[in-house]
């Protein structure tokens, strides 16, 4: 009967699998191993080198793409031709044709006014009246200052002549003639220094009626009864006057147009709220000098205003007939651009680099302006430019855009 011990030996012998041992090679020969393990180190190499390669050209496109991103892209349109017009129409300030503040020339408080803002006076009419107890008080002090001067002069007179007729019978001395007739002299100049004090209170209290320097209108009455009055201009002004007709209207023709300017010239004012109407106007003076920040001539055009229909601070247009061929251009009021040298636009050159170049304005037409001067029809204008646009700055046009123009 078997033990346990070679029952376990019989179940492990039949249940253990069969391995197969590994067939004997031989062993590689030195040259072939070589060759194989420098194949391997120059696979690694390639592989390492394609890598790299692979790196810098993705860094070369990256840092071309980031170039190509860094410079700004932007819209242009082209200026378009503007019709041919005989006619200029410029905008214009309305002023009166004199306008002045009037101070008080004396102190005191106001006793009454007269004439109220629209009030229409003439020269010389009474505005207002002034209580001067101050100045009246120094005026009776001057006169009676000028009396007792007065009586001192009468009393040196009359010693000088009798200090003459004793001198000539030897009964004084010359030196006491001199001294009387010295004290006549200096009396007859305190007399005169007097009469001077008395005429200028005289004239100080004569301040205290206020009136209307020229004929128009009051537009600002600034006091009320009791207010107190200082004299000069340091102050508020009392009234404003201002002379409506006729009116002064200030216009800024550009510089193409000022050969075309000349002073008789007749033009029209038309205003918004009577536009029916229109108001004969002459050119009165211009500057006859250019504006170099808006390259403008300052223009004033006098129109007559017997009626008052026109009032001053309006704003109104003036027509001029130059009959001055001018090439006009119009371009999107968003392509503007405002600097401290004046209205400008950026323009893209052919290098795209951009150019900002000064223009002269002539018409606002809302959304679109008038350019008398500074582009061309074949001008590229970038739209809606950033401030930031500097001349020469480098700028990609959007694709597509290169022959865009605004409608």
């Not at 002045?100 to 629209?118: E, F, Q, V």
């Not at 074949?378 to 020469?392: F, T, V």
Request: proline share 7%; hydrophobic share 40%; charged share 25%.
């Amino acid at each position: 009967m078997a033990t346990d011990s070679e029952t376990n030996q019989l179940l492990e012998h039949r249940h253990a699998p069969e391995v197969t041992p590994p067939p004997e090679l031989p062993p590689a020969p030195p040259r072939k191993a070589l060759f194989i393990v420098g194949l391997v180190v120059v696979v690694l190499v390639l592989s390492g080198a394609a890598s790299m390669i692979s790196r810098i050209r993705a860094g070369h496109a990256l840092a071309k793409e980031t170039e190509v991103d860094a410079v700004a892209t932007v819209v242009t349109v082209h200026p378009l031709a503007e019709k041919p017009d005989e006619e200029l129409i410029l905008p214009g300030s309305m002023q009166a044709y004199e306008e002045s503040p009037i101070y008080a020339r004396t102190n005191g408080y106001l006793l009454k006014w007269y004439k109220d803002i629209g009030s229409r006076v003439n020269k010389g009419e009474l505005l207002a009246d002034i209580d001067t107890p101050e100045v009246d008080q120094e005026l009776s002090q001057a006169r009676a200052a000028r009396q007792q001067t007065a009586a001192q002069l009468d009393l040196a007179r009359i010693s000088a002549e009798r200090y003459k007729a004793l001198r000539k019978t030897d009964s004084v001395s010359q030196q006491e003639t001199d001294t009387q007739t010295s004290g006549y002299a200096q009396a007859e100049a305190n007399l005169a220094a007097a009469d001077a004090n008395v005429r200028r209170l005289e004239e100080m209290e004569s301040f205290k009626h206020v009136y209307a320097p020229f004929s128009g209108v009051l537009t600002k009455r600034n006091v009320d009864p009791g207010a107190l009055i200082n004299a000069g201009g340091a102050g508020t002004p009392m009234f404003t006057m201002a002379r409506v007709d006729p009116l002064r209207v200030f216009v800024n023709v550009p510089q193409a147009y000022f050969p075309a300017i000349k002073t008789g010239m007749p033009a029209y004012v038309t205003l918004q709220e009577i536009a029916a109407q229109k108001f004969k106007a002459t050119v009165a003076r211009t500057a006859d000098a250019i504006d170099p920040a808006t390259r403008t001539l300052l223009t004033e055009v006098d129109v007559p205003n017997k009626n008052e229909q026109l009032l001053p601070g309006s704003f109104g247009e003036v027509h001029f007939s130059p009959k001055i061929d001018v090439a006009k251009v119009t371009v999107p009021v968003n392509a503007m651009l405002f600097r401290q040298e004046g209205p400008r636009v950026a323009v893209v050159g052919q290098d795209n680099k951009v150019q900002l170049r000064s223009i002269t304005i002539g018409r606002d037409y809302g959304t679109t302006l008038e350019v008398v001067q500074g582009v061309t029809l074949e001008d590229r204008i970038i739209i809606n430019p950033s401030d930031s646009l500097e001349d020469g700055q480098k700028v990609n046009v959007a694709a597509g855009n290169e022959a865009g123009s605004h409608s």
